[in-house]
């Protein structure tokens, strides 16, 4: 049964003393022991009677890591530079903890996964961050509206948020806050502005560097090459990786508030990303019906 980590990947291990420790041995004897290639498992701490890692992968195995304190410990123990005391012990707060399960029967550990799994999976999908974009917005040569809007109707909405730094217009400024956020464990990640037909719109590519199979749908269309147009139209776009959902909106705030109810029905229904994505071009295409050129 593979269980997903849901972003809760650090094991810590307590009062365990180094001593001219090798931390690359030491990682990757816990990666043996959980049942991982050697290089998925790092050091991202370490200080007096402690130590902490990280896995770089999102799902393990549940038989590799059920109850598997004692063999890990003892993996470590083993090695050069490392002692253990009686009272050492490992800790996550995640799914990771499982590492500590006793002997338990199978429904009652398979009731302790879910519930685990469940609560995590909460917590995260309820985890917002918006992103502004734009020279504009980042010299203050318009404000911004939509972030505080969007921030102020997430909360009464249940939704713990989180406001980004702005995003410059450049793909890399882009990947890597959304990278950063995916990682952070942000469940809902949403952009405004920069989904455009201009060379500096980057949201949507975005969006699908994340997700191969991203929904994009467009809100108008125009003729490619005429004017700053480099792309055919404004699009919107929707991702989703594991159970954090991507939302890039256009950055005009009456479209930003078309938007809204509709991302959160979304959301509470369960739409699928596709649904949402034609939900939400469609809801903000009709105010550029009168411009659109249909291909």
Request: charged share 20%; with cysteine.
């Amino acid at each position: 049964m593979g269980l997903n980590l849901l972003e809760k990947t650090e094991l810590w291990v307590n009062e365990i003393v180094l001593d001219g420790a090798n931390l690359t041995d030491m990682a990757d004897a816990v990666a043996q022991v959980l049942g991982l290639s050697a290089g998925s498992v790092m050091v991202v701490d370490v200080r007096p009677r402690h130590i902490t890692f990280d896995l770089l992968v999102k799902e393990v195995s549940q038989e590799n890591i059920m109850g598997k304190q004692d063999e890990l410990l003892k993996s470590l123990a083993d090695l050069p530079g490392v002692s253990l005391a009686e009272d050492t012990y490992i800790h996550s707060n995640g799914i990771l903890g499982l590492i500590c399960a006793g002997e338990e029967s199978t429904s009652q550990t398979l009731a302790t996964v879910s519930a685990m799994t469940e609560e995590i999976r909460q917590k995260v999908s309820r985890r917002a961050i918006i992103f502004p974009t734009g020279f504009e917005v980042s010299q203050g040569m318009i404000k911004d509206t939509n972030t505080p809007y969007l921030a102020e109707r997430l909360t009464q909405s249940g939704f713990s948020v989180t406001t980004g730094k702005v995003i410059q217009d450049t793909m890399y400024d882009f990947y890597f806050h959304l990278s950063d956020a995916l990682n952070r464990g942000f469940g809902l990640i949403i952009t405004t502005g920069g989904v455009g037909a201009e060379d500096k719109d980057f949201a949507v590519e975005s969006v699908q560097a994340q997700d191969k199979t991203a929904a994009v749908c467009y809100i108008v269309k125009f003729q490619k090459g005429t004017g700053r147009h480099v792309k055919d139209g404004v699009r919107i776009a929707v991702g989703q990786v594991g159970i954090s959902l991507m939302v890039a909106l256009p950055g005009p705030h009456d479209e930003v508030e078309i938007s809204l109810p509709i991302l959160l029905r979304g959301i509470t229904e369960g739409w699928d990303k596709q649904m949402l994505a034609e939900s939400l071009a469609s809801a903000i295409g009709k105010k550029y019906e009168k411009w659109k050129i249909h291909h």
